[in-house]
């Protein structure tokens, strides 16, 4: 159990020590349109990569849509668009997709 912990404390510590090395180096260059373009499209990159990994189950060799992640996705969406704010928004997502997933 420890060790779990200890590892995601060490996990933290290098991701936080990489971005400020990254942050540094970064600081103070001038960087090419095409480079400010890729990085422009990064977040979005992986937020997709985080959703789609979410919504697709494999499940006896099958691969299946996860149906609480789709519904408390399009809630989330749905909430965004409506309250135009981000964290509410996502608890509501959270929330509704628990629900769905244990009635």
Do not use: C
Not at 29 to 51: D, E, Q, W
Not at 72 to 88: E, H, N, Q, R, Y
Not at 93 to 99: N, R, Y
């Amino acid at each position: 159990m420890w060790t779990n912990w200890i590892l995601i404390g060490l996990l933290a510590i290098t991701t936080y020590i990489s971005r400020i090395i990254g942050i540094e180096v970064m600081k103070g260059r001038k960087t090419s349109s095409t480079l400010r373009l890729y990085f422009n499209y990064v977040p979005a990159g992986i937020l997709s990569a985080l959703v789609v990994s979410q919504l697709f189950i494999s499940k006896d060799s099958q691969i299946q849509i996860s149906f609480p992640i789709v519904i408390g996705g399009l809630v989330t969406a749905l909430t965004i668009k409506i309250s135009k704010s981000f964290l509410p928004s996502v608890i509501v997502g959270i929330v509704s997709g628990l629900l769905i997933r244990n009635l």
